[in-house]
Structure formats: C-alpha cells, structure tokens
C-alpha cells in the first residue's frame, strides 16, 4: 500500500485495446507527482478521495486527457486475479442482505474523439449505476469520497458499452459525485439540434487541487465548492 505524499495521477493506456481474457496486459499506468515514471499495473485499490477529470488542454505526459487524480488516497496495486474476485465480491447478491448499491465510472471514448475533431467540450466521463447504463450521467469532473473505490481490468465483464477498465464503488460506502451532470440523452439531443456544450476548463496545479471555470460564475462557484469539500 501506498500513502500519498503527492498527488498520483492514473491513466488507462492504448494496451487496453490489446486486453482480453486470454491475453492479460497491463494497461493502467499510476504516476506519482506530474513528471513521475509511470508504472503499469493491472488494478488498484483507492482508499479515501481522488477524482476523475477531463483536462483536454493540460493532458499527461503519455498523453491522456481523461485521468483520475488521487490526491488525498492510499493505494493499492492489485493482480489481474485480485481484480477478478473483486469485481465478483462487489457484484455478488447474498440472500437476505441488502442489494449492493454499486456505480461504475467510465471514459466515453467516442465523446472525447469527437472533442477532438470537432473542437468541442462535451463532458465524457461517464457514471452510471447498472452495468447498461441507460440511465448514466455525464461530467467533466467526477469527486470519489469516502470508503474503497477500484479501478479494475476486467476484459470478462465487459460493460455493456464495450469498456474493459473502469472504476467501481459500493455507494453505501463511497460517494460517488458527478460535479457538472447532464443526462447522455441531453447530450445527443444538444448535439442533434447543433447545440455547443457548456464551456469548462478543468487545470491542475503542481499539489493535486483542481480548478474547474464553467461558463457562468454561478457554476463555477458551485463547482469549486464540491471540489473543496472533504469527505
């Protein structure tokens, strides 16, 4: 386990395409500090409070626009097995006790493609709470307080979309927040009638804070609140 002393910030990289059950690929890479050596692993275990952010114009070194940032977490590098049975522990429904209460966060890589093409902004990162995810929510900053979340390989349970990294949470542990939500079927109904997306610009500093400016000073101040607020 590892207690952080400076932010570490976590990407999925380009193996994910190669991953499959009968091919394990280490495509999660964990940095600590900005300029840190990235190290791949297959899974972690994040234990406090991190966030999911889309920063298109401050990308990691490797790249990546979409990353999660754990700034106040310990975590924990986990094997490919180890993310197999945890996903299998979180999802499993023991007779006479409560259902699990399980979100799962995810990168819609077709929004963020389409970001780039076409110079717009639209929130790609995805919250959903059933494994379809109908009903997900969408965000360019999503804050995970709390309990244990995991970011897991799991290329046997695949979402319903085709991902095959995500992370998950048993919201009566962990909360699990998207800071700017908007329906995906507001977004393809913007979309469709040409509609642009709210303006935000999400930075991060050398420590790990996050700066989020929305369109109007109203959201932006909302905003800034969430992200300030401890667990």
């Known amino acids: 386990m590892v207690s952080m002393n400076t932010p570490a910030y976590i990407a999925i990289t380009a193996a994910v395409q190669q991953l499959t059950p009968s091919r394990p690929v280490a495509a999660i890479a964990l940095q600590h500090g900005w300029d840190g050596a990235p190290e791949r692993c297959y899974a972690l275990r994040i234990r406090g409070r991190a966030r999911v952010v889309y920063a298109p114009h401050q990308r990691l070194p490797g790249g990546n626009s979409i990353y999660l940032v754990a700034d106040d977490a310990e975590l924990a590098l986990m094997s490919l097995e180890q993310s197999r049975a945890t996903l299998a522990r979180l999802e499993e429904r023991t007779p006479g ?3 699990p ?5 995810r990168a819609n890589q077709n929004l963020a493609s389409a970001n780039r093409t076409q110079g717009t902004h639209w929130p790609p990162i995805a919250v959903q709470r059933t494994r379809t995810g109908t009903t997900a929510l969408y965000s360019h900053v999503v804050a995970v ?3 244990e979340s995991y970011l897991l390989s799991c290329p046997h349970r695949q979402l319903a979309c085709g ?3 995500y992370l998950v949470a048993d919201e009566r542990e962990t909360t699990v927040r998207p800071l700017d939500p908007i329906p995906f079927k507001d977004i393809r109904e913007r979309m469709r009638l040409g509609m642009s997306p709210d303006a935000h610009s999400v930075t991060i500093d050398p420590s790990g804070t996050i700066t989020v400016e929305a ?9 800034q609140a969430a992200l300030r607020r401890k667990p």
């Open 97 to 99: 006790q409560p259902r």
């Open 163 to 165: 991902a095959k990294i």
């Open 215 to 223: 369109q109007s000073e109203r959201s932006a101040t909302a905003t």
């Open 145 to 147: 307080e709390g309990g």
């Open 101 to 105: 209460q399980l979100v799962y966060v």
